[in-house]
C-alpha cells in the first residue's frame, strides 16, 4: 500500500476526555459477592456496520487511517449515527460518505458489541444490496480507498496484517451465512 | 438461562476513570489536513481470547456478565496478561480460571483490535487443543457456566441474543478457517 501515512505533531495525556466519559456500577452478585465496575459510555445514538454486496460474492471495503492502531486499517465502512436518524438511514449516509454508494436494499441482520465487559456501545450490522454510485461530503480528513473483495475469499482476507477489527470480521462472516441462507437473525 | 441477575446498587458518574485513560494526537494527513483525534489506552501487557477445542468439532464457550451491557454474555474465555507472562502462559492461565480447562496445544492464529479509530487495544487469539481438566482461581466474583458449541453451528450461535461480540465471533470463524486448513495467519 502507497498511502503516505499521516505525520503525528504531538501527543497529549488527556485528563478530562472530550467524547470517552465513563462510570462506575455498583454490582453485588447472587452469590453475594460485591464489585465495582467501571464502563465507558457511548455517544447514546448508535452506530452501523455496513457490508455493501457489489454482486453477489463481492464486498466493498475501505481503508482509513486508525489512530488507535498508527495505520491503515481496511474494514466496512461504519460510523455513529446522527440525531432522528434510523439505522437504516445511518448506514446509506455512511455508506455514501465513505465508498461513494447508496443502496436500494438495507437489511439490518444484527446487533455486534464492542466488550461487554466494560462498553456499553452496539453497533447494527446493514446488509447493503443494488447498490448505485452517490458520494456525500463527509467529514473524513481524505477520500478512502475502496477495495473490493470476495466474499468466498474471508480467510485470505483475514491473513492480511492490515486486518483486524473484530466486528468488520464478524459482520463479514455473519454476512455470508445470511446470503448463504444458513442464518437468520 | 436461569441465572440470576447482579443487582445495581449504585451508578455515579467518574471524573477520573481508574482504568480507563485517553490521550490526544494531532495529526497532518499527507493532503494536509490536520485533526486532533483522542484515543483509548490499553494495560500495555496486551490480552488474549481463547478458542478451547474439546474435540475436533467442539468450542468451549463462557458465559459471564458483563456490565457494559448489564447481560450475561456468551462468549470465549479472555481476558488481558499479567506482568511477564507471555501470550501462550496468559491463555492457559485463563482458561483454567474460567473455563476449568488446561491446554497440551496453545497456537496463536491471529491479532484482533476493538476499534482502530480509537482504540489501542489488540488481542491475540490462541487456539488451545488437546485440554484436560484443571481450575485456577481467578478474580471473577462467580464462577462461570461451560457451553460447549459445535464450530459447525456458528450460523445458530450469531443468532442466539446473548452472543454479540465482535472478537469472539470473528475469532470462532478464524479457528473454523484454521482447522480446516483453508486459513494461516
Redo the contacts between chains.
Sequence with gaps: MS?????????????????????????????G???T????LNSGLGAVIIVPMRDDDTVLMVR??????D?Y?L?LPKGRLDQDESVEQGADRELKEEAGYGAHSLIRI??????????????SVVLAQDLYPERLEGDE??ALEVVPWKLSE???L??REDV????????L??AR?YLAG????
Tied chains: 1, 2.
Aim: charged letters at 30%; glycine letters at 6%.
Design positions: 498511502r503516505k501515512y499521516p505525520v503525528i505533531h504531538a501527543i497529549r495525556k488527556t485528563r478530562h476526555s472530550r467524547f470517552l466519559h465513563t462510570e462506575e456500577v455498583d454490582l453485588e452478585f447472587s452469590n459477592e460485591r464489585r465496575h467501571e464502563r465507558l482509513e487511517y486508525g489512530v488507535g492502531l495505520h486499517e474494514g444484527g446487533e455486534l458489541s464492542l466488550s461487554p465487559a466494560y462498553m456499553t456501545h452496539v453497533t480528513p481524505e474471508l480467510h485470505t483475514m491473513a483486524t477489527e473484530g466486528r468488520s470480521i464478524a459482520a462472516f455473519m451465512e444458513r442464518y437468520r437473525p
